[in-house]
């Protein structure tokens, strides 16, 4: 089972960004589809973004389309996200998931701890 780590949540003003980041260990995740869900306070864990292993094929949600970019580096065992025109609804708990699959059909093998971002008016 792969270990994930996120970093680089924070404070930020709306209309700002801030590139998140999430390293994997215990095995090559270069093989594996990412993604990043991320639960808002009082609400449910939602997908947001994923990344497939094979070809970087890539999936968002309506949410964040157009303002968010995932992406990996599989010599880093990293995958980014960069968060761009960040809204105050974008405050959240943000997670990254090691899954088996691709979009739509997946499942989550494995979750970070998450990092949180939190986007002031």
């Known amino acids: 089972q792969v270990q994930l780590v996120e970093s680089g949540g924070g404070l930020v003003q709306a209309g700002g960004s801030l590139r998140l980041s999430c390293a994997a260990s215990?095995?090559?995740?270069?093989?594996?589809?990412m993604s990043w869900f991320r639960q808002a306070p009082g609400k449910g864990r939602t997908l947001i973004a994923t990344?497939?292993?094979?070809?970087?094929?890539?999936h968002y949600a309506d949410s964040v389309k157009g303002r968010f970019t995932i992406s990996r580096d599989n010599a880093k065992n990293t995958v980014y996200l960069q968060m761009n025109s960040l809204k105050p609804e974008d405050t959240a708990v943000y997670y990254c998931a090691d899954l088996s699959g691709s979009y739509p059909n997946y499942d989550v093998r494995s979750w970070g701890k998450g990092t949180l971002v939190t986007v002031s008016a």
């Open positions: 215990g095995r090559s995740f270069s093989s594996s589809t």
């Open positions: 990344i497939d292993w094979s070809d970087d094929n890539t």
